[in-house]
């Protein structure tokens, strides 16, 4: 590669080339190379000022820009806004496809389940879901970006599980008491979102709020970890073939695989969970094992895939209104930044 004195570089940029060389890159800035006075005829007087040598990354390529900072507060910003639209919107479209699958989750034996009052709790729900979905995608954007930063491109797959499992255990202090109440009014045990903290508390102490909480996170934490390293590594490999962004119906459809895959995967620790935190005061289940061999015992193993259609249904359409509607709102927010407001006046 030849540097002409001629370049039509301007006189006031400052640009930095880089140039591979071994395990490390030279990096020349131009800022007065390439403005030395025309009347220089002899090429050995160039100056090349601020010779720097640059380790190289373990990825990196010719550039010539330089990354943009990692902006923490941004990113976070905009997660919590967009996390907590999509969790709001799938929540209220797809509740009633929930509420019968916990019924047949928590019915024993070959019960009947009832079809009425199929919204039954669904506005102390959603006091709970948008908080809690603004935490999970404001942990997990920013967390994401930074280990992709720190991890090389063909361990992108741990770099996508390891953020889904922090947001998934920073949004399960909010999630755990939202769904304790949200699966007690569901199966009737309650009238309102109010009556059931109240009498839980009363009943069973704080820690009612919290049961099931271990299986929770144990059906939780792999559950997001899969999910958004599915939906993250199909979209990588769909840009890299289609060579272009994707656009909504394509977020959503890659979406809908990624959460109904998953929500087969986790149905019996579904199942778990659900009898755990719907058992009340009665402490039917000593934990998550002692629940596991009761299911068994009293019901057959086929027990534990309880609720697998609906499950299944649910999350396949939930993801792919959430994935759809958080892509969205996310793009929307990039577009309205205030650096680019700036920019387009300019």
Not at 177 to 204: C, G, H, N
Not at 248 to 262: C, K, M, S, Y
Request: charged share 20%.
């Amino acid at each position: 590669m030849t540097l002409g004195s001629n370049s039509n570089f301007p006189r006031t940029e400052k640009r930095i080339l880089r140039f591979k060389m071994g395990p490390f890159a030279l990096a020349l800035d131009t800022k007065n190379s390439f403005a030395a006075s025309s009347s220089a005829t002899d090429a050995s007087g160039r100056k090349m000022d601020n010779l720097q040598m640059v380790p190289k990354k373990f990825f990196a390529s010719i550039n010539n820009e330089e990354e943009k900072p990692f902006d923490f507060l941004r990113i976070l910003f905009e997660g919590v806004i967009a996390g907590g639209t999509a969790g709001v919107v799938v929540e209220t479209a797809l509740y009633p496809i929930d509420t019968i699958k916990t019924r047949l989750q928590a019915t024993r034996g070959g019960g009947q389940i009832a079809l009425k009052g199929l919204y039954s709790g669904l506005l102390g729900n959603l006091a709970g879901v948008l908080p809690a979905s603004a935490i999970f995608v404001g942990v997990y954007e920013p967390a994401k970006q930074k280990l992709l930063k720190m991890f090389p491109e063909n361990l992108s797959a741990v770099a996508h599980l390891t953020a889904g499992a922090l947001g998934g255990i920073a949004a399960s202090f909010v999630r755990v008491p939202t769904e304790v109440i949200k699966q007690r009014m569901q199966t009737r045990q309650f009238a309102s979102a109010p009556d059931a903290v109240r009498l839980i508390v009363s009943k069973e102490g704080f820690k009612g709020l919290y049961a099931g909480y271990g299986s929770f996170l144990l059906r939780d934490l792999p559950f997001d970890a899969i999910q958004f390293c599915i939906y993250e590594q199909l979209r990588i490999g769909y840009k890299l073939a289609a060579k272009r962004e994707l656009n909504d119906p394509e977020n959503a459809v890659i979406g809908a695989f990624a959460g109904a895959l998953t929500g087969a995967i986790t149905t019996p620790l579904d199942v778990i969970k659900t009898r755990l935190m719907t058992q009340g005061s009665a402490n039917k289940y000593k934990g998550i094992v002692d629940c596991v061999k009761t299911i068994v015992a009293e019901e057959g193993p086929p027990a534990l895939l309880k609720g697998i259609g609906p499950r299944v249904l649910w999350i396949g359409i939930g993801g792919s209104i959430f994935f759809g509607v958080l892509e969205r709102t996310k793009r929307y927010l990039a577009q309205n930044r205030p650096d680019n407001a700036t920019s387009k006046k300019d």
